[in-house]
């Protein structure tokens, strides 16, 4: 009997012969018989299918995005795959009509009705979907298996063949050649000395299969998502785990599908997330004929080693399916299907994933769908490489208020816990509650609720939960370290701080140089050689502040930051350290700077006494300084396991010696004279501004460190603003946003803002401010919350807005009902569509 075996390497010939008669045979068969009826049934048969199917009613059901793509193409029938000509033949050649009801196509009311060409035609799709959805009875066929099924194969084009000529008039002899032709081509398939010629459906049946055996084990929680959208495009079902059909769905200006979609936001926000219940729902889902894809392929732009397209499938996604393959022949079969890129995390990629991601596009583009993943600041970047195409980009603002509470029960496991974390929120910030709907943020501050080292009761700012963080962080491996060595708390803070110097410092070269999340081998070697000036083992440190991962190309450890906007964030220490340094010289000459101009050097030159002037205030104020430790993105996995929780490994050889041999000295003799190496450049002659583009999310950080601890001042924000204003793509309402609402920023930001705005339900408070010093020509409002906290910055908003001399156009969906009366009293041109769904109401308002 036919089994499962996929880790056997040697090929299944018996089932590539079986897919070969499927896929070539019976697709030429039913490719046949739809041009004979076609060109029969129609006295224009030049006229194209596609355009036949704009006259049918719902001629067009049933038919995928990328099937429709492909009739939008003109592609030839030839080309097309037995699921789409068997809609085709149900609906432009003529033959009867398929009712739900007693169908004759699928089911025949008797043995005669059976026999007839529609129900043969649906008997063929049948064995083409079984194929391909019922894998594992296929493989490993024995040689009498695989001769019956074969029969019975050809038993069935024979007599679709015959059935075709009666529709069409054809003479016998014609027939006969046909099925005499139909019978000696599965006969050279199963007689062949040579391995048959892999098919481009029977290797993604393959991969499909390969995929579902690599699935992780463990459940992994999945929050609902936010996602705001371009108008227009409709939004995925409440509580839809799987939006590639939305994706697939949607259609640019002239009606063509998308190409390429662009899934930007904040880090942390959820897009590993998604990408990777995207992957995880289309491979573990029943394939059926009427899926709109062959195959998902999800790609860790972090982790990509070739710039070769063939050889990523072949060697590192989809070895086992590959293996009869060279890497060009893994390019002509993904070239022949209908395939799902998700490329995720193309703000920190390797440098071989922006060539892999030229490489999709130039090759793929017109059949296949991209989807890329980045932080705001990368999308540019990423344009740049697909111009030209069908492109829409796509905002993930982060958890519904569904997934918010559900993800929040996850966390917490008990209902009481739920219950008060609930109640403490209600006395935060209105802005800190939106943070919260970040997934990770919300982890974070859930872990440290639980420890009892964050107050959500005292209206705390979001820089003030990573001063938790630190906090708590500084106090456990202090201890520890007092513990082990015989310090005292003191000097083991003191250490700690002084180290902890050193990280934002490298941080922030990291970060301008565009070396993001992974510590290279040299500044993991300076790191270590300047914690063991102050410790006798690195360990502690490192495995607190850091992760770690093994080389697979080395026997050694390859360190990095836990999550891209800890560099950030580390970074933006720095910066505010030196800003508000005595002996530093404003921001100008810490940015300045053409990046070419910062060498592998330049951390280095941080010498063995510039690690920082560590004193006892130093050691007070540790709680303004902010680490976000935070976990993995993947949110749902947070363990029990203590934030500060890390292991004794490589301490257990530390002797009194080395600890007595660390002296106070060392300590004392820290200072900050050189830390900052970077000189004067003017900015107006810096022709590279890609450098700033690399510090936007750290002066973001920047902004929101300062406001925390009420350092703000005028001429701190017109350094930072005019040094933004050098950034490709800057979202001036984030800025004001993260700068506390500051009015003298938003005057000053006024005049970078453009002649049209795009606002969503995270910048009305920005917005409303900004309105009051610069108006706009247009401005698109797209409010999808439903948070109580945001009621009354939307009031405030609109009545802004009701001042404004502006062409306006807002859309309020899941909002509360008062909000349409209050629009109505408006002395204010208005035009209102009101659209009720249950509770939730929909309201459009155009003001001119």
């Known amino acids: ?39 029969h049934y129609h006295q224009d048969p030049n006229v194209y299918v596609g355009q036949r199917l704009d006259g049918i009613p719902n001629g067009w059901a049933r038919i995928g995005a990328i099937g429709k793509a492909a009739l939008a193409r003109r592609e030839s029938p030839i080309n097309m795959d037995i699921s789409l000509l068997y809609i085709l033949l149900q609906r432009t050649c003529g033959l009867k009509p398929d009712t739900q009801n007693n169908s004759v196509w699928n089911s025949p009311i008797s043995d005669t009705v059976a026999e007839e060409l529609e129900h043969q035609l649906y008997l063929l799709k049948e064995i083409r979907n079984d194929l391909a959805h019922n894998t594992n009875a296929y493989l490993n066929l024995t040689k009498q298996e695989l001769k019956e099924k074969v029969n019975v194969l050809e038993r069935l084009c024979c007599n679709i063949v015959t059935k075709e000529a009666i529709h069409t008039g054809r003479s016998s002899n014609t027939v006969a050649t046909d099925t005499a032709r139909i019978t000696s081509q599965l006969h050279d398939i199963l007689t062949s000395s040579l391995p048959p010629k892999i098919h481009p459906q029977e290797w993604s049946i393959m991969a499909h299969e390969e995929q579902r055996a690599a699935l992780p084990q463990s459940q992994e929680f999945f929050a609902q998502a936010q996602l705001s959208l371009p108008r227009n495009q409709e939004a995925p079902a409440e509580g839809d785990i799987n939006f590639l059909h939305t994706f697939l769905s949607w259609r640019y200006s002239d009606g063509s599908p998308i190409q390429v979609v662009i899934v930007k936001g904040q880090a942390g926000v959820g897009k590993t997330k998604m990408c990777k219940k995207l992957w995880k729902s289309s491979v573990s889902s029943k394939m059926t004929d009427s899926t709109e894809y062959d195959l998902v392929v999800k790609v860790e732009c972090s982790q990509v080693t070739t710039r070769d397209v063939g050889r990523l499938i072949k060697e590192e996604l989809l070895p086992q399916a590959s ?4 890497p060009g022949q893994v390019v002509n079969l993904l070239t022949s299907l209908r395939v799902v890129w998700l490329l995720d995390g193309m703000e920190e990629p390797a440098p071989e994933a922006i060539h892999l991601l030229q490489q999709i596009i130039n090759k793929f583009s017109d059949k296949h769908l991209v989807v890329v993943t980045c932080q705001h600041s990368y999308v540019n970047e990423v344009l740049t490489r697909v111009q030209n195409k069908r492109v829409v980009e796509i905002t993930l603002e982060g958890l ?34 939106k943070e919260l709907f970040n997934p990770l943020k919300l982890t ?9 080292t964050l107050d959500l009761g005292n209206k705390a700012s979001f820089p003030q939960l990573y001063s938790a963080v630190e906090r708590a962080l500084v106090v456990k491996v ?7 060595w015989g310090l005292t708390t003191r000097e083991a803070r003191d250490r700690i701080s002084a180290w902890l110097k050193i990280l934002y410092y490298l941080a922030f070269q990291m970060t301008l140089k565009n070396q993001l999340v992974s510590i290279d081998k040299h500044n993991t070697e300076l790191l270590k050689e300047k914690s063991l000036l102050l410790f006798p083992s690195y360990s502690d440190c490192f495995s607190t502040f850091l992760t770690s991962q093994p080389d697979i190309n080395s026997s050694e450890t390859t360190y990095r930051f836990i999550h891209l906007s800890q560099q950030y964030y580390l970074a933006a220490q720095y910066v505010c350290q030196q800003l508000l340094s005595d002996s530093s010289q404003e921001l100008m000459s810490l940015l300045h700077v053409d990046v070419s101009n910062v060498t592998d050097s330049d951390v280095s030159n941080v010498t063995d006494t510039d690690v920082g002037n560590v004193t006892d205030t130093d050691v007070n104020n540790v709680t303004d300084t902010d680490v976000n430790n935070v976990t993995d993105t993947d949110v749902g996995n947070v363990t029990d396991t203590d934030v500060g ?9 530390v002797t009194d010696t080395d600890v007595n041999n660390v002296t106070d000295t060392d300590v004392g003799n820290v200072t900050d004279t050189d830390v900052n190496n970077v000189t004067d450049t003017d900015v107006n002659n810096v022709t590279d501004t890609s450098q700033y583009d690399q510090l936007y999310d750290t002066l973001l950080w920047v902004f929101s460190i300062l406001d925390s601890r ?18 490709r793509r800057c979202d001036w ?13 938003a005057r000053l930001v006024g005049q970078y803002m453009s002649d049209t705005w795009y606002v969503t339900d995270r910048h009305i408070g920005a917005a409303t401010l900004l309105l009051k010093h610069t108006t706009p020509s247009l401005l698109s409002v797209n409010i999808t919350a439903n948070h109580n906290s945001l009621h009354q910055h939307l009031m405030s908003f609109l009545e802004q807005v009701a001042l404004a001399d502006t062409k306006v156009h807002v859309d309020i969906r899941q909002q509360r009902t008062d909000d349409h009366e209050f629009i109505k009293k408006w002395q204010h041109p208005v035009d209102i569509e009101v659209v009720s769904a249950g509770d939730d109401v929909q309201i459009k308002v155009t003001l001119t």
């Open 1 to 39: 009997m036919a089994g499962h075996n996929l880790d056997t390497p040697v090929r299944d010939i018996n089932f590539q012969r079986y897919c070969s008669c499927v896929f070539e045979v019976g697709q030429r068969v039913m490719c046949q018989v739809f041009l004979y009826l076609y060109h």
């Open 323 to 326: 293996q009869d393959c060279d």
């Open 400 to 433: 519904s208020k569904k997934g918010f509470h559900s993800l929040l029960k996850h966390l917490l496991q008990n209902k009481q816990l739920y219950s008060r974390f609930v109640k403490d929120t209600k006395g935060l910030n209105a802005e800190v509650v």
């Open 444 to 452: 974070l501050a859930v872990t440290l609720w639980q420890e009892g």
């Open 478 to 484: 202090s201890a520890r370290m007092a513990d082990k």
């Open 645 to 653: 929780n890390v292991t004794d490994t490589n301490v257990g050889n």
């Open 710 to 727: 009420s350092e703000l001042n005028e001429r701190i924000e017109k350094t930072l603003t005019s040094v933004l204003s050098h950034c």
């Open 733 to 745: 309402m984030e800025v004001v946003h993260h700068a506390g609402y500051s009015d003298n920023l």
